[in-house]
């Protein structure tokens, strides 16, 4: 990488499970270049700074003169699921020691005879115990012993771990304790890695916090040691710029946060795929979407309302069953409000034990691959079924950079279909329905929760896989429309560059809106909003730039679940709580349609999130065609069980296609990064932004022949 002047150009770098998505913005001409490489498993950061290196050199800028990079990463994700932290202690207070496996005590499926649950990330050697405590309030009952601290810590030290976990009863209220633990350890062990539970998660509900902080902790080594490395690469390359990472929550923080806080990067690249939605849809009009992202491991979902997407304040990692939900660990940290709903293209399809046809959630990842990529891979997936049916080129696959083996594919489902009585091509068009149904089955679910009818929300499709399969997921949630951008195979990159910086801060302070001090609740915020602005400020947002919003997390006394309430505006005092009682009653409504009498509200929890300008970025679309005929580059035979099999389909290059021209399906448009299968009874047109703007027939939906009844 050669060395420059910064010259107003920003890269979203995003590592997904099978691919790495690039793009580079030209902020002077608010163009775009995009680039799309296999992601490394092994080591991320080998494939993420190859890639970039290609993104640069394929648009003629040197990497000095790149102003911005915003980084993405499945590091935490995949070190939680793969348990390839460093190894880590607990201190927590004396009786507490089992609180990771203790749980929730609750099944989550009662009728599985055989349930299992994850381990905990800390092993019961490792988690010690302190003889200190704190009641409820925060009161000190018996002090802290600092030689015990010191001879516990010594223990596991020499026990080989690396990082520490502290989380002491009722620290949320009175962080005193945890704070001396802190000061303690790093004065006696420097290179320890240290997580305390008032920094991290300093909130109420002791399996939560304590999980929460275990798991920061654990992945802490990790993260530090990457981004050493992705910062040292950088500087060699003579990058002058800005580094910043994508939050769960869909904000931009500085690694000083990321390395504090890495597990509030779970959830960084689907959340950027939301904001990238949201964004996409202001351009084209629309304000209520379902965002369908659906890479190369898996597919998710995000309701986006009124333009934003919800932010949820918890999320689980490491599921032992991948899509039910309390099968795996609990992290309290916000979070784009997604869902995973089903395989992504590089998912195993198989033959179960019951003699159905099965996909997911096994992965042929990036290395091998699926067995089309022809890099040792044999099993049949997702991506080899779309080749056969004649959905992808074999030669134009990521722009015919990389040729995909059609002979591969049609041996890997050859030996699926012997196993279920199908040929090769019933095989792959049944994996293709299992995977079509799953995913709208499960996204149906996700709206119906949250009060909502899934034929109001247009699909915007994206992810390498996801406009190859919406229009089939849209016609089976009886959605009538669907948007696909012009950056579908890259999208979730595209969404960090247009998220604030922003950092979100919860402290637990329990109590009845009509009895809490509210002098105390004052002086918690203003801790609060002083902390965020520090780290914004950091991160290079002015002061005068930030915007602080407050909310409460609350529920009525005797509930179990609590809702977020935006704290009304102005100062804090006696008012407060009638304001608030107020405002409680109308998000109730909203969500439950009716507001119980005679129950009085209370909070739990109260948040803040500071919050820098958002990003003005103005996609041109200058170089759409005006006017003319949509011609196909070509035809190629693609199955379609409407037609009866084998069709010869038209293949569009989308950068061919003129604005307001109606196509009629069956039709192919293929892009670098992505394929959009339009099927028969479908119209698309190009619309003034950009975007395939796809009619469904909701009326027109076809059973697979001779296909047995399977499942996801």
Known sequence: MTAGRP??????????????????????????????????????????????????????????????????????????????????????????????????????????????????????????ELSERLDRDGQILTPLDLEQVDSLVDLLVNDGVEALAVCLLHSYRNPQ???????????????????????????????ERTNTTACNAYVQPLMDKYLARIEGALAEGGFQGRFSLMLSSGGIASPEVARRYPIRLLESGPAGGALATAYLGRRAGEKDLLAFDM??????ACLIQDGRPDVAAEMEAGRVHRFKRGSGLPIRAPVVDMIEIGAGGGSIARRDQLGLLKVGPQSASADPGPACYGRGGSEPTVTDACLLLGYYDPEFFLGGSMRLAPDASRSS???????????????????????????????????????????????LAFGGAGPAHAARVARILGTHSMLVPPVSGVASALGFLVAPTSFEIVRSYPGAFDSLSWPAIAELYSAMEHEARELLERAGVREKDVRIERSVEARLIGQFHEIEVPLPDGGIDT??????????????????????????????????????????????????????????????????????GFSETPVYARGALPVGVPVDGPAIVEERESTTVIPPGDRFEVDEVGNLRVLINVGTLSAAPSVRKSET
């Open 7 to 128: 010259g107003g150009f920003q890269v979203g770098l995003d590592i997904g499970g099978t691919f790495t998505d690039l793009v580079l913005l030209d902020r002077t001409s608010n163009q775009l270049q995009l680039h799309k490489c296999l992601t490394t498993p092994q080591d991320p950061a080998v494939g993420a700074l190859q890639g970039l290196q290609e993104l640069l050199a394929m648009a003629g800028v040197a990497l000095g003169e790149v102003d911005a990079l915003l980084h993405g990463t499945t590091l935490v994700t995949n070190a939680i699921i793969e348990r390839r932290g460093r190894p880590t202690g607990l201190l927590t207070t004396s009786g507490f020691r089992d609180v990771l496996e203790m749980g929730h005590e609750q099944r989550y499926d009662i009728y599985d005879l055989f349930l299992r649950y994850p381990a905990p990330i800390v092993p019961r050697r490792h988690r010690l």
């Open 575 to 644: 008012a407060t709580g009638p304001a608030l009682a107020v405002a409680f009653d109308r998000v109730y409504a909203e969500r439950y349609h009716n507001v119980l009498q005679g129950y009085r509200p209370m909070a739990m929890s109260w948040r803040l999130r500071g919050v820098g300008p958002e990003p003005q970025v103005d996609l041109h679309a200058e170089s759409l065609i005006r006017g003319g005929t949509p011609a196909p580059k070509g035809t190629r035979q693609a199955y379609f069980p409407e037609l009866r």
């Open 295 to 300: 890479g190369g491991t898996t597919a998710k």
């Open 177 to 207: 304790h945890e704070r001396l633990v802190l000061e303690r350890v790093r004065e006696r062990h420097p290179s320890l890695y240290v997580s305390a539970s008032c920094e991290v998660v300093p909130e109420i509900r002791e399996y």
């Open 413 to 459: 489902l050859e030996a699926l279909g012997s196993g279920l009585g199908m040929s090769a091509v019933e095989a792959a068009w049944g994996v293709h329905q299992v995977v079509c149904e799953s995913m709208a089955r499960a996204a149906r679910v996700h709206i119906i929760e949250k009060d909502q009818d899934p034929r109001n929300f247009p699909l």
